[in-house]
């Protein structure tokens, strides 16, 4: 068990099943259209499994972010910390502020009531600064369809890469962990235009 990353087609992003994103992203839609915006409406429909096609994301969060959390608090305002890690679900859309939508998410998460939602192309940014600051090497995976990225970090391909590639990222790996993490999940929904949630 545990908490996952993983990305959303358009059958769970609009279904209206119990434990579902219909309810979200109709909210979304509302709250776009009060700001002028257009819908949110074309994500990409499920697709077959393909190993590093790139085609879906699902990773887990299963390393300290007290490493994370201290290079957030160094190097990004509260509310650049907040946009980077802080949504409940992220959109491939550009969103000068984030959005906070006064409804449960479909994440089972207790007594969590408002949903936030980020926009990639800001997350984007913010990852790709934290991942130059760690100096994230070239050879951490970039598809991360099925756990990629969680076993590069776990299996010890990340300890070998370290001994050769020396820098800060291989100084504490749970943190660069979590940069490459929001760093490719923000690639992922923008190349994808796809939704990005916890499940």
């Known amino acids: 068990m545990g908490i996952y990353l993983v990305s959303v087609d358009a059958e769970e ?14 909210a979304l839609n509302e709250e776009l259209g009060r700001r002028g915006l257009p819908a949110y409406v074309s994500v ?3 697709t077959a499994f393909v190993r590093g096609s790139g ?15 201290r290079l957030c608090d ?4 509260r509310e650049e910390a907040e946009t980077l890690c802080g949504w409940t679900v992220l959109v491939p859309l550009s969103l000068e502020e984030d959005i906070w939508l006064d ?3 479909g994440y089972d998460s207790g007594d969590i009531e408002s949903t936030m939602v980020a926009g990639a192309p800001q997350v984007l940014a913010l990852a790709e600064r934290l991942a130059a600051l760690v ?3 070239s050879e951490t995976p970039e598809m991360c369809d099925n756990l990629d990225l969680t076993t590069w970090f776990w299996d010890g391909t990340a300890e070998r890469v370290a ?6 990222w291989a100084d504490d790996l749970d943190t660069a962990f979590h940069v490459a993490l929001y760093l490719r999940a923000a690639q992922h929904s923008i190349r994808r235009g796809c939704p990005m949630i916890y499940s």
């Not at 085609?55 to 959390?69: C, H, T, Y």
């Not at 160094?74 to 305002?77: G, I, N, V």
């Open 74 to 77: 160094a190097h990004l305002t």
């Open 13 to 26: 992003w609009f279904g209206e099943e119990e434990g579902g994103w219909g309810h979200v992203a109709s």
């Open 163 to 168: 001994a050769t590639r020396p820098g800060p």
């Open 55 to 69: 085609l879906a994301f699902e990773e887990k969060l299963n390393r300290s972010m007290d490493g994370f959390g």
């Open 44 to 46: 990409p429909a499920a």
């Open 135 to 137: 100096e994230l090497p």
């Open 103 to 105: 409804i449960e998410s």
